[in-house]
């Protein structure tokens, strides 16, 4: 299946279980692959045949600077769930919510949650 890419989407939230993450909040990256048919598309150069990646970042900034959650699975929930109900024409996505700087020990560049969402057919 085809697929429209977005990566390295930066937003800042207040999502996590310790205190200091809900007050002072903290850098989140998200990265997007939505599956859809993309030659309709491709041949008529028109938008209503695909789906509009300006109005899937909105989307997204929505929910990670929005309501504030316990976990990034939530948050990453959320945005699958919002984009197959918003874009008639997405059929799956794959969604990596990233933390570059939790409030944990240790050396590593980043923690992140990836999930896949399809619609039932």
Do not use: W
Not at 20 to 48: C, H, I, P, W
Not at 72 to 101: H, M, R, Y
Not at 103 to 118: C, L, N, T
């Amino acid at each position: 299946m085809d697929k429209i890419i977005l990566k390295n989407m930066q937003f800042y939230g207040y999502h996590g279980l310790f205190p200091e993450e809900n007050k002072l909040g903290q850098r989140f990256q998200v990265d997007l692959e939505l599956y859809s048919e993309l030659k309709t598309a491709g041949k008529s150069d028109d938008m209503n045949d695909s789906i509009d990646y300006g109005e899937v970042y909105k989307c997204v900034q929505n929910i990670v600077e929005g309501e504030k959650k316990n976990l990034v699975e939530a948050v990453a929930e959320l945005i699958a769930e919002k984009l197959l109900k918003t874009f008639s024409k997405l059929q799956a996505c794959d969604v990596k919510v990233i933390k570059p700087d939790p409030p944990i020990p240790g050396h590593y560049e980043s923690v992140a949650v990836q999930i896949y969402r399809g619609r039932n057919l």
